[in-house]
């Protein structure tokens, strides 16, 4: 058997470090003797991991003071909810840019008016809509940055009027994002920063306290920020081992450094694409993810699906198949897949096109 390349879409891999710490903290935690599973959050210990991996946000995205960092459990689906509980007053914008924005935009509707100002629903959202209009009465645009299912992002920081909102779970950390121009950046961390478990969101502080209805404690950004994460037991070992994971990030140069090995990884896979006779890639060119590489059997080799799942299975490649909504095959390569795992992907497609082509 080859080494094993895993491509899942989440949880992602995590690097070797991340996972070597983390293992060493299981049985003893700094030191302590205690499990890092059974360290008491209160501890002095503990403490210096959450102020630490505040910090390295921080410093990782170089996060301005308006703003602080809030980590939390129950994933990125229930931050949907409380995006819509801590902001939405009287009308919020929604980019319609997939499922996962689409789940976003739901929850809204269920705390009060919100709508999709544009959307790709049209072409199976294959493309980032533009040219779209921003009213300026809303109390703000959510938009998901990268759409993990479909294999489409959005690669810049975009001009709002108004504050903006944005789901970064998926393409977090994978490159440098002017936080200034966001009223919060939010994601689970289980795609690029960090094991399931726990969320991070980055909030700009006077953006909130502008809602009139009541907001349940525990889902209140306020008291969050108020406390430092800790109102309750916080996700210790997720947030442990996310620590370790941006460690890890700054260690191999921070952001600027992981942007070039992740357009790197992506083009290799998307050259590959292209040039492949057997293969076609589903998003628009101009907006293809850097993180989820969405692609099919070319026009006519669409019986060749399953034959090459089954090829790739034999040469170690794990968690291509696609998300049942695009179907073909889904790459998904956060950040501690390595060029090594591209490579051998983009190489089982080249065999695969000698045998078959
Ligand atoms: C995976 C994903 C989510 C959902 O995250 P959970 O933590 O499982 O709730 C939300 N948004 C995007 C863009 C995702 O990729």
């Known amino acids: ?31 302590t003797g205690i499990s890092i599973l059974s360290v008491s959050h209160r501890s002095k210990e503990w403490e210096e991991v959450m102020d630490e991996v505040r910090a390295n946000w921080k410093e990782i995205l170089n996060i301005p003071d308006t703003h602080e960092v809030v980590l939390l459990g129950g994933g990125a689906s229930l931050q949907f909810l409380y995006v819509a509980m801590n902001f939405l007053e009287k009308k919020a914008g929604y980019l319609d840019t997939g499922n996962w924005a689409h789940k976003a935009l739901k929850e809204a509707k269920g705390i009060g008016n919100a709508y999709a100002i544009a959307s790709s629903a049209d072409k199976n959202y294959n493309y980032i809509p533009k040219g779209f209009d ?7 645009l959510h938009i998901t940055t990268n759409n993990t299912i479909y294999g489409t992002e959005i690669k810049k920081d975009i001009d709002c009027p108004v504050p903006l909102i944005a789901d970064m ?7 440098k994002v002017d936080v200034s121009k966001y009223a919060m950046i939010y994601g689970g961390a289980q795609k690029n920063a960090g094991p399931a478990g726990v969320i991070f969101a980055i909030i700009k502080k006077d953006a909130l306290g502008k809602v009139s209805r009541y907001i349940p404690t525990m889902l209140d950004y306020r008291v969050h920020i108020d406390k430092g994460s800790m109102f309750n037991t916080p996700p210790v070992f997720s947030i442990f081992v996310m620590n370790e994971t941006l460690k890890w ?12 090995i992740d357009e790197e990884k992506a083009t290799i896979l998307y050259n590959e694409i292209d040039r492949n006779t057997l293969f076609s890639g589903t998003a628009a060119k101009e907006d293809r993810s850097i993180m989820n590489i969405c692609f099919v059997m070319a026009p006519g080799k669409e019986n060749l699906e399953s034959e090459f799942l089954e090829f790739a299975k034999g040469k170690g490649m794990v968690g291509i198949k696609g998300h049942r909504s695009v179907g073909g ?21 080249k065999e695969f096109e000698t045998i078959k082509g």
Do not use: W
């Open 329 to 349: 095959f889904r790459a998904s390569i956060y950040n501690a897949c390595t060029i090594e795992d591209v490579k051998a992907l983009a190489d089982c497609m």
């Open 169 to 175: 779970s998926s393409d977090i950390l994978s490159r």
């Open 249 to 260: 990030l700054k260690s191999i140069g921070g952001l600027d450094a992981m942007h070039k």
């Open 134 to 140: 921003i009213p300026e009465d809303l109390d703000y």
């Open 1 to 31: 058997m080859d080494k094993i390349h895993v491509f899942n879409a989440g949880p992602c891999i995590l690097p070797q470090q991340a996972i070597d710490n983390s293992i060493k903290a299981l049985s003893n935690f700094k030191e």
